[in-house]
């Protein structure tokens, strides 16, 4: 079936770190992927996505890496701030093409 | 208008009752999508909505639950007899053209089934 998971529910870092953030997802057949940052008590938010005929893409102090061999996707924060504090989810385009199917997501903890 | 806005933003019923939940998508986004999202859980896809294409509604989740779209404008998300595991935020998604990708949530409704 189609499932999109991660590798840990949570992460703490300090203010200044580079962050990682990892996803694997199970369907090979996925050709678009996406990660959003949602806040307490809002919605989720577009970080940047990734189609499957790419290896990586970047952007402001954001870079997402897919891996289509062994399934696997990452997003890379630099330099990485309190305001970035969030539960980030990563999410893959279904079979049908009608709807994103998102993992449970990893909450990423900063402190100064 | 410049995001998806959704009403109410809280909605507290008593079990039973029926609730209806409104999303009004980005201007010009002709697909809209709802999810369901439990406490600490990530996204559960509802429904989607393309044009005047038939909906998508494989991810309701019993026929308690029902949604409408006129054109490309306002949707409304039904719950019938609402049960306590209803208790959820239920978030609105508009994207521009194809179906599935670079979705743009609105804040969601937290619904409380007592």
């Known amino acids: 079936g189609e499932s999109v998971g991660l590798h840990l529910p949570t992460l703490s870092v300090q203010e200044g770190d580079n962050s990682i953030i990892n996803c694997a997802y199970s369907n090979s057949a996925s050709d678009y992927f996406i990660w959003y940052k949602q806040e307490s008590g809002k919605g989720p938010q577009f970080i940047i996505d990734?189609?499957?005929?790419?290896d990586k893409r970047q952007g402001q102090r954001v870079t997402v890496l897919l891996n289509k061999t062994v399934k696997h996707l990452s997003l890379q924060i630099a330099a990485t701030q309190p305001g970035d504090s969030a539960v980030y989810f990563c999410a893959e385009s279904n079979q049908a093409g009608t709807a994103l199917i998102f993992g449970k997501g990893t909450t990423l903890s900063v402190s100064s | 208008g410049a995001g998806v806005s959704q009403s109410p933003s809280n909605k507290v019923t008593e079990k039973g009752k029926d609730v209806e939940l409104r999303c009004d998508p980005i201007s010009g986004h002709t697909a809209l999508y709802w999810y369901r999202q439990r406490l600490g859980q990530g996204l559960e896809f509802l429904i989607y909505?393309?044009?005047?294409?038939?909906?998508?509604k494989s991810g309701l989740p019993s026929d308690r639950f029902s949604a409408e779209r006129t054109g490309e404008s306002v949707s409304t998300l039904t719950i019938q007899r609402t049960q306590q595991e209803d208790s959820a935020v239920y978030l609105c998604?508009?994207?521009?053209?194809?179906?599935?990708?670079?979705?743009?949530f609105g804040s969601g409704t937290q619904l409380s089934v007592l």
């Open positions: 990734i189609r499957s005929n790419m």
């Open positions: 909505f393309q044009g005047n294409s038939a909906p998508d």
């Open positions: 998604a508009s994207s521009l053209l194809q179906g599935g990708e670079k979705l743009f």
